[in-house]
């Protein structure tokens, strides 16, 4: 069972980037993902959650990222993505993704597996 967060990178201000959840050991369809973010100095915060239906009412965005940042599935790819756009200074972290591989609604009861994180660094 492993997750993958993949996609960060360097970019200006006012840029985008998409980041990626991947997948292996098991259908990530089935279950809710948490996005999470920890920048330099700071405790780690959650960002969004996806249920297994990303248009169902428990799945979120945090008020800092609403209207900047979306998600969706392709299950076919066994994969969630976070698209992040109008990046700010303030966005800069480390970005993990997580599961309980048991529930499908949002938030999970706990979050149990964690994929590496990727590194966003949002700066001109």
């Known amino acids: 069972v492993q997750l993958q967060a993949s996609g960060g990178g360097l970019v200006q201000p006012g840029g985008s980037l998409r980041l990626s959840c991947t997948a292996s050991?098991?259908?990530?369809?089935?279950?809710?993902i948490g996005w999470f973010r920890q920048a330099p100095g700071k405790e780690r915060e959650g960002v969004s959650c996806i249920g297994t239906n990303e248009n169902d009412d428990t799945s979120y965005l945090v008020d800092s990222v609403k209207g900047r940042f979306t998600f969706s599935r392709d299950n076919a790819k066994n994969t969630v993505y976070l698209q992040m756009s109008s990046l700010k200074p303030e966005d800069t972290a480390v970005y993990y993704c997580?599961?309980?591989?048991?529930?499908?609604?949002?938030?999970?009861?706990?979050?149990?597996?964690w994929g590496q994180g990727t590194q966003v660094t949002v700066s001109s």
């Open positions: 050991g098991f259908t990530l369809r089935n279950y809710a």
């Open positions: 997580a599961t309980d591989l048991y529930s499908s609604s949002c938030p999970p009861l706990r979050y149990d597996y």
